[in-house]
C-alpha cells in the first residue's frame, strides 16, 4: 500500500514553494527496502564559506517509509537504514530535518527508534470500507439535517473525475482564500495548478456543488488506491445557507461507494487542541474515524545546527524548527544586512 504523499512527482509540486529540490533517499538492505522523499532546501548562512541544507516532507504528509520487509526484520532494517541515511546527510551538507509523518501508515511507530515522535494532532475522515451507510454512521444528525435540507431545496451536485481544467476550481479558490485573509502558504500559484493537472489529473476528483445551474461551491480532491483525500475547497459566500461544504462531502461519499474506496481523508485541525474548530467540523463527517498524526524534529549535524543558530542570533531550542529558520532569525539577518 502506498499513497499519492509518496509520489515523486508531488514532492516536485512542492519545489518552488518551498525553495527546494525534492529528493529520494532510496535504501536497500538484504531484508527490506526503504524509501524516503523530502524537500531539500539551502540554508541562507554559510559556516566557514561552506553551505549546508535542512530538508523537510513536503505539504501533506510523508516520511521514510518501508516499502519491503518481513514483520521480524523491521527493526534491523530501520537501523541500518538510519544508519546509512546519517552518512548521507554527512555527506551531503544536511544539518536537520523535519517530518511529517503519515497518519494512515506506521511509519511513525516503525521508525520511532531513530526519529523521536511527537504528537500534533488527531485527523480523521470518513469510513466507506466498514459501513454500509457512511452518512448514517458517520455524519452528525445536525450535517444529514442540513445536507437534506439543501437536497430538497433543489441544490444538486457532480463528481468528475480526470477534469479536462481546473481554471473554474482556481475562480472559487482563490476568492474564498481572499475572504477568508487566509495564509500566503495557501495561495498556490496556476504553474502549481497546471502541474497538478498534468501530472496526477487521473487522481485528481473534483466535486461541484449546484444551485439553479450556478457552481456554488467546488472541491479539489486526491484520489489514490482506495484513499480519498480531501485536499482543497471554496465556496461561494452568499449560498452559505445552502450547506454547500456539506454536500461536497456528501458527494464523495456517494462517489466512494460506488467506486469501491475504502476511506475519505479529512486530515486535522491547526491546533494539537482536542477542540480546535476545524477538527471539531470535520469530526461531524468521522464520529467514528480518527488517527494519530505525529512529527519529528531530527539534528544530523548539532555542531553546525548550533552555529548556524548562533550566527543569525537565536536560542538552538525553539517552539519554531529549524530556530535558525525562525522570524526573530530572519529579523536578526535583515538588521546585520542593513547596517
Given at each position: 500500500?502506498?499513497?499519492?504523499?509518496?509520489e515523486?512527482?508531488?514532492?516536485r509540486?512542492?519545489?518552488q514553494?518551498e525553495?527546494?529540490?525534492?529528493?529520494?533517499?532510496?535504501?536497500?538492505?538484504?531484508?527490506g527496502?526503504?524509501r524516503?522523499?523530502?524537500?531539500?532546501?539551502?540554508?541562507?548562512?554559510?559556516?566557514?564559506?561552506?553551505?549546508?541544507?535542512?530538508?523537510?516532507?513536503p505539504?501533506?504528509y510523508?516520511g521514510?517509509?518501508?516499502?519491503?520487509c518481513?514483520e521480524?526484520?523491521?527493526?534491523?532494517?530501520?537501523?541500518?537504514?538510519?544508519?546509512?541515511?546519517?552518512?548521507?546527510?554527512?555527506?551531503?551538507n544536511?544539518?536537520?530535518?523535519?517530518?511529517?509523518?503519515?497518519?494512515?501508515?506506521?511509519?511513525a511507530?516503525?521508525?520511532?527508534?531513530?526519529?523521536?515522535?511527537?504528537?500534533?494532532?488527531?485527523?480523521t475522515?470518513?469510513?466507506?470500507?466498514?459501513?454500509?451507510?457512511?452518512?448514517?454512521?458517520?455524519?452528525?444528525?445536525?450535517?444529514?439535517?442540513?445536507?437534506?435540507?439543501?437536497?430538497?431545496?433543489?441544490?444538486?451536485?457532480?463528481?468528475?473525475k480526470n477534469?479536462?481544467?481546473?481554471?473554474a476550481?482556481k475562480q472559487i479558490y482563490y476568492?474564498?482564500?481572499?475572504?477568508?485573509?487566509a495564509?500566503?502558504i495557501?495561495?498556490?500559484t496556476?504553474?502549481?495548478?497546471?502541474?497538478?493537472?498534468?501530472?496526477f489529473g487521473?487522481?485528481?476528483?473534483?466535486?461541484?456543488?449546484?444551485?439553479?445551474?450556478?457552481?456554488?461551491?467546488?472541491?479539489?480532491?486526491?484520489v489514490?488506491d482506495?484513499?480519498?483525500?480531501?485536499?482543497l475547497?471554496?465556496?461561494l459566500?452568499?449560498?452559505?445557507?445552502l450547506?454547500?461544504?456539506?454536500?461536497m462531502?456528501?458527494?464523495?461519499v456517494e462517489?466512494?461507494?460506488?467506486?469501491?474506496?475504502?476511506?475519505?481523508?479529512e486530515g486535522?485541525?491547526v491546533?494539537?487542541?482536542?477542540d480546535?474548530?476545524?477538527?471539531?467540523f470535520?469530526?461531524?463527517?468521522?464520529?467514528?474515524?480518527?488517527?494519530?498524526?505525529y512529527?519529528?524534529?531530527?539534528?544530523?549535524?548539532?555542531?553546525?545546527?548550533?552555529l548556524?543558530?548562533?550566527?543569525?542570533?537565536?536560542?538552538n531550542?525553539?517552539?519554531?524548527?529549524?530556530a535558525?529558520r525562525?522570524?526573530a532569525a530572519?529579523?536578526?539577518?535583515?538588521?546585520i544586512?542593513n547596517?
Open positions: 500500500m502506498s499513497d499519492i504523499y509518496f515523486r512527482d508531488y514532492g509540486l512542492y519545489e514553494i525553495q527546494g529540490i525534492c529528493e529520494v533517499f532510496e535504501f536497500e538492505h538484504p531484508l527496502k526503504v524516503h522523499l523530502f524537500i531539500k532546501r539551502p540554508i541562507p548562512v554559510c559556516i566557514n564559506e561552506e553551505s549546508y541544507f535542512d530538508i523537510s516532507t505539504y501533506g510523508g521514510p517509509l518501508i516499502t519491503e518481513q521480524t526484520h523491521k527493526c534491523q532494517v530501520v537501523q541500518a537504514f538510519h544508519d546509512k541515511f546519517e552518512v548521507y546527510c554527512q555527506k551531503e544536511i544539518v536537520c530535518e523535519f517530518v511529517r509523518f503519515h497518519p494512515l501508515f506506521t511509519n511507530q516503525d521508525f520511532q527508534n531513530c526519529y523521536e515522535l511527537t504528537f500534533r494532532r488527531y485527523t475522515g470518513t469510513n466507506l470500507k466498514d459501513y454500509e451507510n457512511p452518512v448514517k454512521s458517520e455524519f452528525s444528525k445536525s450535517k444529514q439535517k442540513s445536507i437534506r435540507k439543501a437536497l430538497d431545496a433543489g441544490v444538486e451536485y457532480r463528481v468528475t477534469p479536462a481544467s481546473l481554471e476550481f476568492s474564498t482564500m481572499k475572504r477568508k485573509s495564509a500566503a495557501y495561495y498556490f496556476d504553474a502549481y495548478f497546471e502541474e497538478l493537472l498534468k501530472s487521473k487522481n485528481i476528483l473534483l466535486s461541484e456543488v449546484l444551485y439553479e445551474g450556478k457552481v456554488i461551491a467546488m472541491g479539489l480532491n486526491l489514490y482506495k484513499i480519498i483525500h480531501i485536499h475547497s471554496g465556496t459566500e452568499e449560498y452559505h445557507r450547506s454547500a461544504s456539506f454536500v462531502r456528501y458527494s464523495l462517489w466512494g461507494k460506488e467506486h469501491g474506496m475504502d476511506l475519505i481523508h486535522g485541525g491546533t494539537s487542541e482536542i480546535d474548530p476545524l477538527y471539531l470535520k469530526k461531524q463527517f468521522g464520529k467514528n474515524t480518527e488517527f494519530e498524526y512529527v519529528s524534529r531530527k539534528i544530523w549535524n548539532r555542531k553546525i545546527y548550533c548556524l543558530c548562533k550566527t543569525v542570533g537565536v536560542e531550542e525553539s517552539d519554531s524548527f529549524p535558525y525562525s522570524l530572519v529579523r536578526e539577518q535583515l538588521s544586512t547596517r
